[in-house]
């Protein structure tokens, strides 16, 4: 058995290369997934400890880590619930969006779900749909926010009012946010290259993201309204997904030990990484291990900030 994570879906540049991208990563995750094991784990910032909750003979994806003890993961297009004391996954009920991806996440307020589904009913010209919608937490029919396709959901505003979003529009992905009522969105990057995962801090005023904007992926952040944009991150890897924790103090992230330009594909090495915010101080939090999307796409913070959960995986 050779151990592996997970992939991604996402590149800027020119539209057509975007669209074979797409289609190569696609076709290459379909056949990775066929003989995946997932492992979801819990990971104490503090000690080091790893604690596997399941062991799935199926592709598990990105934990939300619910304050009532349960993880929402998604697989094969579903969601599914999966309570840390009795690790049993139950199907989340999520209307007709049966074509999520593995970006979604609770709303601070805890009253609602955030979903990216793939809509191949959606009249856009474009070969991958993804839109962001809402739904209650404890399932229902969502209600489509977002126009455009496709976008990726990444981050609520702490009053649970916005959402923030990677979106490709003429071949660039950008980061952008929009109120839950829908709307207009509005754009905070202009860089050429992905910018990507925008995630809110715990009180309202950085948004944090991984950018490719100096030709290699590193984490930055800026203000919520997009100005003042701030590299944290001058390191060889190509990091992704900066997720604050609860408390403020703290950024985990996955890192990627070689330089995988925009993308970031599965069954790759990579770490996880702890920043503390008021230090910068950068500590390796797991030994490295072949991962990727899926690993740690969304906020997966405990509520108390001590600990992470995450998805590891093994193919034949």
């Not at 993880?71 to 049993?88: C, E, K, M, W, Y």
């Not at 992905?194 to 590193?218: C, E, V, W």
């Not at 992230?253 to 925009?262: G, M, N, V």
């Amino acid at each position: 058995m050779k151990t592996t994570f997970t992939a991604v879906i996402r590149q800027p540049l020119k539209v057509c290369l975007f669209l074979l991208f797409l289609f190569f990563s696609l076709k290459g995750m379909t056949q990775a997934k066929k003989d995946t094991t997932s492992f979801v784990h819990t990971l104490d910032i503090q000690t080091g400890k790893i604690d596997t909750i399941l062991t799935f003979k199926k592709h598990l994806e990105a934990p939300n880590w619910h304050p009532d003890n349960y993880l929402i993961l998604n697989s094969q297009g579903r969601l599914f619930t999966l309570p840390l004391n009795t690790a049993q996954l139950q199907e989340l009920n999520t209307g007709t969006a049966i074509r999520c991806n593995n970006d979604h996440g609770l709303s601070p307020d805890k009253k609602w779900l955030a979903i990216s589904h793939n809509d191949k009913k959606d009249p856009l010209p474009k070969s991958y749909k993804s839109a962001i919608y809402i739904l209650p937490v404890t399932g229902g029919e969502p209600r489509k926010i977002t126009r455009e396709v496709p976008s990726f959901w990444h981050g609520w505003s702490p009053d649970s009012q916005t959402l923030a979003y990677c979106g490709e529009r003429n071949g660039n992905f950008d980061i952008y946010t929009i109120s839950t009522e829908g709307g207009a969105e509005k754009r905070l990057t202009t860089s050429e290259g992905l910018d990507d995962g925008p995630d809110y801090s715990a009180d309202g005023k950085y948004i944090y993201f991984n950018s490719y904007r100096t030709g290699h992926m590193q984490i930055w952040r800026m203000l919520a309204d997009g100005s003042k944009p701030e590299q944290l991150t001058f390191d060889k890897n190509s990091n992704w997904f900066p997720h604050p924790s609860p408390d403020n103090n703290w950024i985990v992230y996955i890192a990627y030990t070689s330089d995988e330009k925009q993308s970031h594909l599965f069954g790759k090495q990579v770490k996880l990484r702890l920043m503390n915010l008021k230090t910068k101080a950068l500590t390796d939090i797991t030994p490295v291990f072949y991962g990727g999307q899926g690993t740690i796409n969304v906020p997966s913070w405990s509520p108390d900030s001590q600990k992470v959960a995450f998805v590891s995986y093994s193919v034949k």
